[in-house]
């Protein structure tokens, strides 16, 4: 342990299915202390919940033991890197069992500690008992859940390192502790240094995603070389909480301040309300600076004391889901496919109606390629070449089934131009919702587990935060000549997904475009942008230290992750539609500043 010293931290996976080149990039030429790795989605959970039920030494992250530690165990040992990552999923201790069998054949020697607690599923019928509800909707807790884990913090994972671990396997934390456990460890911060755990937690936030961080999915994508070997992201933190962004020399991507920015906005609120686990993060007036290339410095984090509960994710069953897609090329092609889905979906009602099966209960029809998804402001009147997506849900699985069977037809019976049909007859499978809860804090016990010890874990004690700063005032820019710019001249930005809600964040180019940017991009005028997507309200927030501003689009994803039927249940794409919004620009910027429109 070392409270002098700067700490590197590199994130090799960001989601189940990132590239195993990532943990071996870092512990191969990036000069890291600690290796972390971010696993869990939410509906991710539901998923292996259902894999340990029908097998109990499955439930974890099986890439992360063959794929990643595997071959690098002998490096990890050797160079003395820490791994802390949530890969445990719903069984912590199978995957630290399967880790240790692959230790003891390669004859590597680490001690591997799990974080216990987060698995509540088990006291469901207490929750329920409760009366907790969806803390969106105010639905009651879910009859039949598949999964219920608490969002825990940092704190189990700073004990394990604490007690000696070399390798920590969690389940269910929230992602930015994986980094601000190991910081604590190793600078020593209390439990009540809550600027240093906002710090912490936001090098954490930089770094969950992986590639995200060095240019992945930046606006200025042509910007971004090297793609077929992105670099993956390195905090180096001071124990003060500053910290700097990196990746290996030699790797694509680019870390720069844009790059960095739209990192923090991922999946955020409320910026100077950031709830989690250990602490209440204010991110609205951070500072950011460009120390060199791919070198980033990052400081102005706040923090506030936590609250009484942690956030837990429950999924539960509701019905069947199935998706189809054909292509249609020639003439008139969208029309051809927005009448070949009609066809399917009457010719399937009118077989459900004669086997005495109800409708289904959600459609959705897109037509990719004639903007679709972009409703009243696609620009595609001519389009020759389309996509056509079909997706369905309903109670029955039979009915789906039924439905999978009636697609091929369509090869015959109906446009010219239509083939392609994607992967074969689609398979019905499960709905997974999520129900998305407060739990009071005290109702879950922590603990960490080395070998057969267990050690208790106190949470964080719950205090009071600051009222949120009143909105700022946007003047609307002096009369005079002005031209019409689309809002990707002014800004960048980048767009997230938490459950049913959007977040999508816009960032000024040049701090003098945030004024005429807020005068114009409301909340209400994105409301009528997303009028077609969202049904649920849309909340601006601002960003000064950013120079933008944050939306949160709710009801905005048909249900987001796998309940809904959209192509994009992410809202991946909606900063870049939103980056087309019409903003009015004096007319010697456009000279000046060189703007398109």
């Not at 700022?472 to 938490?498: I, N, Q």
């Not at 997507?533 to 249900?559: I, K, S």
Request: charge should be negative.
């Amino acid at each position: 342990m070392s409270a002098a010293k700067n700490v590197r931290i590199g994130c090799g996976a960001g989601f189940w299915g990132d590239s195993a080149e990532g943990p071996a990039q870092l512990v191969g030429h990036g000069d890291i202390q600690y290796l972390v790795m971010d696993y869990l989605a939410e509906i991710t959970m539901s998923l292996l919940a259902r894999a340990k039920a029908k097998r109990p030494e499955s439930g974890y992250a099986t890439d992360f033991v063959g794929a990643v530690m595997r071959p690098l165990l002998p490096e990890l040992a050797a160079k003395k890197i820490k791994v802390v990552t949530n890969a445990g999923g719903v069984n912590p201790e199978a995957c630290r069992a399967a880790l240790e069998a692959v230790c003891a054949e390669l004859g590597v020697s680490l001690k591997i500690a799990t974080v216990a607690g987060d698995d509540l599923l088990a006291r469901a019928g207490e929750l329920a008992a409760l009366g907790i509800t969806d803390m969106a909707t105010g639905a009651p807790f879910p009859d039949e859940p598949w999964s219920a884990n608490a969002y825990l913090g940092a704190l189990p994972i700073a004990a394990a390192l604490d007690l000696g671990a070399d390798v920590v396997i969690t389940g269910r934390v929230v992602d930015s502790a994986l980094v601000l456990g190991p910081l604590v460890h190793e600078f020593v911060w209390a439990a009540d240094d809550y600027d240093r755990l906002a710090a912490g937690s936001l090098a954490g936030h930089i770094l969950e995603c992986g590639a995200q961080a060095t240019g992945g999915l930046f606006t200025d994508w042509a910007d971004v070389a090297g793609w077929e070997d992105m670099g993956f992201p390195i905090a180096e933190c001071a124990p003060d909480g500053t910290f700097t962004v990196t990746k290996p020399a030699g790797t694509g991507g680019l870390v720069s301040t844009a790059t960095i920015a739209e990192q923090i906005t991922y999946e955020i609120g409320d910026p100077a309300r950031y709830v989690l686990p250990d602490c209440i993060a204010d991110f609205s007036n951070l500072r950011l600076q460009q120390l060199g290339p791919d070198v980033v410095a990052v400081a102005g984090a706040r923090g506030y004391p936590p609250t009484a509960s942690y956030k837990t994710s429950v999924t539960y069953p509701d019905g069947f889901r199935c998706t189809a897609t054909m292509m249609i090329g020639g003439i008139e092609a969208a029309a051809k496919a927005r009448k070949v889905a009609d066809a399917i979906l009457g010719r399937t009602r009118r077989l459900f109606g004669a086997r005495g099966l109800p409708d289904y209960t959600q459609t959705s029809v897109e037509v990719l390629g004639a903007e679709a998804t972009y409703g009243p402001h696609a620009r595609t009147a001519t389009t020759r070449e389309v996509v056509l997506k079909i997706g369905v849900m309903h109670a029955d699985e039979k009915a789906l089934e039924l439905f999978a069977r009636e697609i091929f037809p369509a090869a015959t019976a109906m446009a010219p131009g239509l083939t392609g049909f994607a992967g074969g007859r689609p398979s019905p499978q499960p709905v997974v919702k999520l129900f998305s809860c407060l739990v009071p804090k005290q109702l879950v016990a922590m603990a960490v587990a080395i070998g057969d010890a267990r050690f208790p874990i106190a949470a964080n004690v719950p205090g009071h935060a600051p009222a949120p700063p009143p909105p700022l005032v946007y003047p609307a820019p002096a009369p005079g000549d002005t031209v019409e710019v689309p809002l990707l001249a002014l800004a960048h930005g980048r767009s997230g997904d938490k459950g049913d809600s959007a977040n999508v964040s816009v960032l000024a180019r040049r701090p003098e475009y945030v004024a005429i940017i807020g005068s114009q991009l409301t909340a209400d005028a994105v409301a009528r942008y997303f009028a077609h997507l969202a049904a649920g309200p849309v909340t601006r927030f601002d960003w000064p230290g950013l120079h933008g501003f944050n939306f949160v689009l709710e009801r905005a994803l048909g249900g987001g992750g796998v309940a809904s039927l959209r192509h994009d249940p992410q809202g991946k794409a909606y900063a870049q539609m939103l980056l087309d919004f019409p903003v009015r620009v004096p007319a010697d910027w456009a000279r000046q500043h060189g703007l398109a429109h």
